[in-house]
């Protein structure tokens, strides 16, 4: 329960920055996308429950503030929490090089989505224009955020692992 | 069958779950209007308060940027804003003199002026769409304010967008640059309509497309300004949008298209104005409508009249 009241808040609070101060610090007007990297590190850390749950949380909220078609976002993120929750398996404490290159993965395919979906459909054609000025950008900001910040959900999940197996230990 | 369902499964089923519901909410999006309306009142409490204290924080911080870069050349920057000051106020004295004539000549018309007399609101930007693909943004007014659907957005001296959704204390607004933006527009030397579609491809230019312009006459030319048409039935006539970049004849030799460059900073935009007045088109939309139908009802049957006839041809 504390784990899930946690997380909601973590999401909440990912969504205002990203919103608010994110685009103050945005370069070349690209922000990182911070909602995408606490999708795909929770589903690698925890599994494909718990990354569908952050996904279709963080997406839902998207999808509220945003006037395009209810639902798309909420969507691709539950499928990109669902996706990295079968590395679960391989997941190592120690090691940043894979969630790194995972949540890069990720952000890119939410970014070809995104331009399937909304943009090629209306007759945009010009992919690499799309690709070369939006999408790696974000991809290159938001690997550089994960660097920074995947050490801060690391001890957060074991701060929050370690809580439950005490409470689980005190009830037995 | 009791047997417990295991862990993968269930997260299985839950995803299944997941996207039915997603599938749904898409195609009554799509269809329905206001299919997530009462999720985003309640959500809209609880977060547009936060979003306006911490955007604070972001102006703050993009703020202190901005001081460190410029704090060398701010002197001779108000060296010349003091020049221009001093010019600005001559003319300025000349314009009002010029306005007086012009009030005077309108009342003489019986024409009321147009742009002062709308019924404007000021508000804060407070929050961006979350992602780098549109150009939206939110607004701390809502319907307590006044605000409604469909509303004009305007920021200093031009057009910035249209309110799309609205809340009790907020409003979303899709700026006119926005990929997804059309504003029927007209050149307003000649009165020739155009569209004004927004383009993500353009935006680091800081251009905007212009498409459709009929120019019979072959009259408009670069740099004329551009406002909203009086055709448009959600943008009030009038409104300043930009002036005409680069133009050019399409391949089809009867429209003509190229850029505009706006008059508004879509990167820096704090505070809007908001003009809560809609234009009232509703029944004239409904007489379109009906004209359209006896129209299309009369060309059915003038077409089933020339079958008739071909056929006694025949």
Redesign the interface.
């Known amino acids: 329960m504390k784990r899930r009241i946690i997380i909601f808040l973590l999401i909440?609070i990912s969504?205002?920055?990203?919103?608010?101060?994110?685009?103050?610090?945005s370069i070349a007007?690209?922000?990182p996308?911070i909602?995408i990297m606490l999708t795909a590190s929770f589903g690698l850390m925890r599994?494909?429950?718990e990354g569908?749950f952050v996904g279709?949380l963080s997406g839902l909220?998207?999808?509220?503030?945003?006037?395009?078609?209810?639902?798309?976002h909420?969507?691709i993120h539950?499928?990109i929490g669902?996706m990295n929750?079968f590395c679960y398996r391989i997941f190592y404490d120690d090691d940043i090089k894979m969630p790194v290159l995972l949540i890069a993965a990720s952000d890119f395919a939410y970014g070809i989505l995104?331009y399937g979906f909304?943009?090629l459909l209306?007759g945009?054609i010009?992919l690499f224009?799309?690709i070369k000025?939006?999408i790696i950008p974000?991809v290159i900001y938001t690997m550089l955020v994960t660097i920074l910040c995947y050490r801060f959900l690391l001890a957060l999940n074991r701060k929050l692992g370690k809580a439950e197996q005490r409470s689980v230990n005190s009830f037995v | 069958m009791k047997k417990k369902l295991n862990d993968s499964s269930k997260s299985k089923y839950l995803l299944v779950a997941i996207t039915i519901f997603c599938c749904v909410m898409i195609v009554l999006s799509l269809t329905v209007d206001m299919a997530a309306a009462p999720l985003k009142y309640v959500s809209g409490y609880l977060i547009t308060p936060i979003q306006r204290g911490l955007n604070q924080a972001g102006g703050w911080l993009s703020d202190k940027s901005i001081y460190f870069q410029n704090s060398t050349d701010i002197a001779a920057r108000n060296e010349v804003l003091q020049e221009k000051v001093d010019v600005l106020t001559a003319e300025n004295n000349q314009l009002l003199q010029d306005k007086e004539e012009l009030d005077r000549l309108r009342d003489l018309l019986e024409l009321d002026s147009q742009y002062d007399e709308y019924e404007k609101t000021g508000a804060r930007v407070i929050a961006k769409d979350s992602g780098n693909w549109f150009n939206v943004f939110t607004i701390d007014k809502g319907s307590l304010d006044g605000i409604q659907v469909d509303n004009n957005v305007l920021a200093g001296s031009g057009l910035v967008g249209i309110v799309t959704s609205v809340g009790p204390k907020w409003a979303t607004v899709r700026a006119i640059c926005d990929d997804l933006s059309n504003v029927s527009a007209m050149v307003s030397s000649t009165m020739d309509t155009c569209i004004i579609a927004g383009d993500l491809r353009l935006i680091d230019e800081g251009k905007i497309n212009l498409v459709k312009l009929t120019d019979e006459e072959d009259k408009v030319m670069v740099g004329d300004k551009v406002v909203t048409s009086n055709v448009s039935n959600r943008f009030l006539p009038g409104i300043l949008i930009g002036y005409i970049s680069e133009l050019g004849m399409d391949s089809n030799n009867l429209t003509k298209s190229g850029y505009i460059t706006p008059v508004v900073d879509f990167r820096h935009l704090q505070e809007v104005l908001v003009i809560k007045e809609l234009k009232e088109v509703k029944g004239a939309q409904e007489a379109l409508d009906s004209e359209a139908e006896t129209e299309a009802e009369m060309k059915i049957e003038t077409e089933t009249g020339s079958e008739t006839t071909e056929s006694a041809d025949e």
């Open positions: 909440f969504f205002i920055l990203q919103c608010t101060v994110l685009p103050s610090i007007s690209i922000r996308n909602l599994g494909k429950r569908m279709f909220l998207i999808d509220i503030f945003s006037p395009n078609v209810f639902g798309f909420t969507l539950t499928y669902y929750g995104i909304q943009f209306r945009r010009d224009f799309y000025r939006i974000e």
